[in-house]
């Protein structure tokens, strides 16, 4: 079992991941440099948070054609578990490996604090471990999480399943129907704009984002 | 023959011109009279202030590292580096990019010394918000921080904020970073061995900038401040992050002898100062400089505060290695001159020279012994009996005015506009008397905090610069942490007007006495003078940016109150001390009086008996009493935690008048809470170590009541002390 963090100039969430892969779910895992034309033998990619190439243009928008995006979507749509956080989740979107788009914040500021979820689908190999209708706290941390599509691709998500994660008692930036993370329909690839690795250790005050990362575990382990 | 107006526009006197022909035993270039222009300028060369600042220890409990650009202590093998500096002019004529590029400049200063940067703080001061042009400034300063910082990827994780209509025409922005490496990485800012290249990385050198630290930092502001704008440098956080991470890799190699920033006065301070340090000779040669604009003379050149660009001095041979690096990043990596053994810096443009001077002239300005005299007026603002100050009859309002003016109101607004996790070693957050960082790895913890009441030192600036430390220390300990060292950023206004000095000269000996009395060396910092608008100075602002380290970062405290049925404690005594306080201020609208007494050994005993009492695991919160007194600070317990607020029944017995009793601002006193089986505890440990203790109430219910003066929810507190920012 393999992990690999893609790191892209201006990615900065990028060790934080690796940390939690490495030091607390002690697991196999390597960074993947983004001008990288070859994918190695990974069994879960992470496209961590930042401000890849500044965020310059549109989040996530440059990043989407650095050399490595091929082989993740390559890898992806051969049902490899893909999971985007924040600015990843961004770049997932722009990449077209899930659909909708991000708008900025309703308030136009950047926001950081935990925030309330509520896990909505416990059928994915990435929340296997949480209860379906739990109520979680993981940190947010962006300018532009204001999750939107159109009419019918929202139906779709809800008849898919596709929500997994809400923003709970309070939308912090604007999300429609509180959308705080979707996969995509294959349910491999997530994408998710709290920050699960700011909150996998007791020290920085929440361990409920580390299901995820156990249940990519478990999920991989069975496979 | 070069005419005065050309080197008065630079911000050079007559005497200064005379001073550099006679070094140069002829007439100076432009381009040299630019470089000096800036290396003299207040703001690089300390012209005023280095008398003073040599005075600082350098030495205290933790073993230090004073470098060309910054400082730090050892922990454990870890080096500690951490730095304040000013960016007040640029962000007073240009708030977003002013605080921006702060913030940039202050990181590459603890980048370049091999550390990672870990963390930001920032300490700002801004005219009342009642005014508009305030709020533009208040608005674009933390849009600035929050634009550079977060896409960095360095937390932004405390720091402070105040208003006061001294800073109305010049607001402050200091900007503190704090980064971490191993004590054999850390890298001086010098250039050395004969042979060795010199090297230019990162952006390309635009017209941005020129006279940023001549022109528009070391002059007072007058009424065309507009017309400076085009000296604020204009800021890419983009490229500085990877700047930062090419520059680790590089030193990582082993093949760097010496790295500086371009920061203020670019190319020539870097070049000049690098080759001072490392006693050589450097000769550049500017063409292969990357531009972002045609047609530069070389004097801009020479003079651009561009930002994110180093100067590297690299072994020779392994400059292919090095350029691979930046190239990996997509940066520039230009050889432009060598070391030589000369003593001379020698600029050339396509092979022909334009500037060529000794390096010690550039880098020792001339120096002032300025005169000081403590103003007239002082005698007549420190009077203050309070027996003509009206007790408000009511105090609950009183109070709930209090803790929604902007002073001691949440925060929130700004610091959740600050990725204050990113890097996952927050452990305490923002909104805590400090902040605590883990160290990934290691028991141990670090603390921040950035302190100053500048209103205390208007009324007496040698106490008042002796409780910015003494209370920067005292947030540290309320936090678990041993004061370590120090860093400050002194902002004063125009240091040759007598009365100015006077504060400069004394705010600095306050802090050398308490510096000393905690043994907390000061290991870095920055003076920023002419902080003046048309309607006066500042007030004199030496803020003290403070380290402190948690011996087990398990130990760590946060200041709200926890467990219903806790016990609360005063540490600590309260005296009729109203002079310079909030309560004067937002209640009476008067600045007056003289700051409270500040006894830097009780201050002490009281640090040690916090450290013993919170190894010993019986604390559960602890809280500085400050601005605003007992009754704000015990407000702050019951609200702070926005999750789980609660209340407490406070019964003290007092000869105090009851404003008096709720609002003094004593010092060395702290609020803190334990189970009920600890109390014997915390009362023999404050009798061990000689500090006043009184159990003063109980923590629980949903009110803040303090009997026969307060009678308040934890709701209607809440409600007003979030709200100010709204």
Not at chain 2, 19 to 35: D, F, S
Not at chain 2, 62 to 77: F, H, P
Not at chain 2, 178 to 204: D, L, T
Not at chain 2, 688 to 709: D, F, Q, T
Request: charged content about 25%; glycine content about 10%.
């Amino acid at each position: 079992m393999k992990f690999g963090v893609v790191v892209f100039p201006g990615s900065n969430c990028d060790s934080d991941c690796y940390h939690v892969i490495s030091d607390v779910i002690k697991q196999p895992v390597e960074y993947i440099w983004h001008k990288n034309k070859k994918l190695g033998n990974y069994d879960c990619l992470i496209v961590p948070g930042g401000f890849s190439y500044g965020d310059y243009l549109r989040c996530g928008a440059i990043a989407r054609f650095s050399p490595i995006m091929k082989e993740v979507i390559d890898f992806a749509n051969s049902g490899g578990l893909v999971i985007g956080i924040c600015n990843g989740f961004q770049i997932l979107l722009e990449a077209g490996l899930l659909p909708g788009a991000m708008l900025r914040n309703k308030n136009l500021h950047f926001i950081c604090r935990f925030v309330k979820l509520k896990v909505e689908n416990t059928n994915t190999p990435f929340t296997s471990k949480y209860d379906r209708g739990q109520i979680v706290r993981i940190p947010i941390a962006h300018n532009e999480g204001n999750y939107f599509i159109d009419d019918e691709g929202l139906k779709e998500l809800q008849k898919n399943d596709q929500i997994i994660f809400r923003y709970h008692g309070e939308n912090p930036n604007g999300a429609l129907d509180n959308i705080a993370g979707i996969v995509n329909k294959k349910h491999n690839v997530l994408g998710m704009m709290p920050h699960p690795e700011r909150s996998s250790e007791k020290e920085l005050g929440s361990e409920d984002g580390l299901p995820i990362f156990k249940s990519i575990v478990a999920w991989l382990g069975e496979k | 023959m070069i005419k005065p107006e050309i080197y008065k526009a630079l911000g050079l006197e007559d005497v200064d011109y005379q001073r550099i022909e006679n070094i140069l035993g002829r007439e100076p270039t432009y381009t040299e009279l630019a470089m000096y222009s800036v290396e003299w300028s207040e703001h690089c060369g300390y012209s005023s202030s280095k008398k003073y600042l040599k005075l600082f220890p350098q030495t205290g409990k933790y073993e230090t590292l004073v470098g060309e650009d910054s400082g730090g202590i050892i922990v454990d093998d870890i080096a500690i580096i951490f730095k304040m500096e000013s960016h007040n002019h640029p962000s007073q004529v240009e708030p977003k990019q002013g605080a921006a590029t702060g913030v940039g400049g202050i990181i590459r200063d603890i980048f370049t010394a091999g550390a990672r940067p870990i963390a930001s703080l920032n300490s700002l001061r801004f005219g009342p918000l009642s005014d508009p042009y305030n709020r533009y400034l208040l608005v674009g300063v933390v849009d600035g921080i929050a634009f550079y910082g977060n896409c960095l990827g360095v937390p932004t994780v405390g720091g402070e904020i105040y208003f006061d209509e001294s800073y109305s025409g010049n607001c402050l922005v200091n900007a503190m970073s704090i980064g971490i490496c191993k004590r054999k990485e850390v890298v001086r800012a010098r250039a050395q061995g004969i042979g060795n290249s010199i090297m230019y990385v990162g952006s390309s050198t635009g017209r941005d900038g020129i006279g940023g630290c001549s022109v528009l930092a070391s002059a007072e502001f007058c009424d065309a401040e507009e017309e400076k704008r085009p000296t604020v440098q204009i800021g890419d956080p983009f490229t500085e992050k990877c700047l930062i991470e090419a520059t680790l890799e590089i030193l990582a190699t082993g093949h760097v002898v010496g790295i500086k920033d371009m920061g203020a006065a670019g190319l020539t301070c870097s070049t000049s100062e690098m080759a001072a340090a490392g006693g050589v000779g450097i000769e550049i040669d500017i063409a292969g400089v990357p531009r972002r604009e045609e047609g530069m003379q070389p004097y801009e050149v020479m003079m651009s505060e561009s930002q994110e660009r180093m100067l590297v001095c690299v072994k020779a041979g392994k400059e292919k290695e090095i350029t691979e690096i930046f190239e990996k990043w997509d940066l520039n990596a230009v050889v432009i001159g060598k070391v030589n053994d000369s003593n001379v810096v020698t600029v050339k443009d396509n092979g022909k020279i334009v500037a060529e001077m000794t390096t010690s002239s550039l880098t020792n300005p001339p120096l002032f012994d300025l005169p000081y005299k403590r103003p007239d007026y002082l005698d007549e603002v420190n009077k203050l009996d309070f027996n003509n100050i009206q007790a408000p009859k009511d105090l609950n309002s009183a109070l709930l005015k209090l803790i929604s003016c902007p002073t001691i109101a949440n925060k929130a607004w700004i610091y959740e506009q600050y990725d204050h996790m990113v890097q996952t070693n927050t452990c305490v957050l923002p909104g805590s008397d400090a902040a605590v960082l883990r160290v990934k790895g290691m028991k141990k913890g670090i603390a921040a905090v950035s302190d100053c009441n500048s209103r205390y030192c208007f009324l007496d600036p040698f106490i008042g610069a002796q409780i910015a430390v003494a209370e920067a220390a005292r947030n540290l300990v309320c936090s678990g942490a041993d004061p370590a060292a120090v860093t400050d950023c002194l902002n004063f206004g125009n240091p040759k007007k007598p009365d100015r000095f006077y504060y400069f000269k004394n705010c600095v000996e306050g802090i050398i006495s308490a510096c000393k009395s905690f043994q907390t060396a000061v290991v870095s910092g920055n003076v920023s003078f002419y902080n003046e608008s048309p309607k006066g100075a500042i007030n004199p602002t030496p803020t003290i940016g403070m380290i402190g380290i948690l011996e087990d970062i398990s130990h760590r405290i946060t200041s709200y109150f926890k467990d219903e049925g806790d016990a609360v404690f005063l540490l600590g005594e309260t005296f009729e001390e109203i002079g310079g306080s909030e309560y004067l201020k937002v209640i009476h609208g008067a600045v007056k009086g003289l700051p409270p007494k500040v006894d830097l050994e009780k201050e002490k005993r009281l640090h040690a008996m916090m450290l013993e009492a919170i190894k010993s695991g019986i604390i559960k919160s602890a809280h500085d009493c400050s601005e605003g007194g007992l009754g704000t600070t015990i407000a702050e317990c019951c609200i702070i935690n926005q999750d789980k607020m609660i209340g407490v029944e406070i019964n003290i017995n007092s000869i105090l008048r009851p404003d008096i009793l709720l609002f003094s601002e004593s010092q060395s006193r702290i609020i803190i809470s334990c189970g009920q089986k600890d109390i014997q505890n915390i009362i023999s440990l404050a009798k061990k170590h000689n500090i006043p203790v009184n159990e003063i109430g109980r923590v629980g219910g949903s009110r803040l009541a303090i009997k026969g003066l307060i009678d308040l929810s934890v709701d209607d507190l809440s409600k007003n002390w979030r709200t100010a920012f709204k």
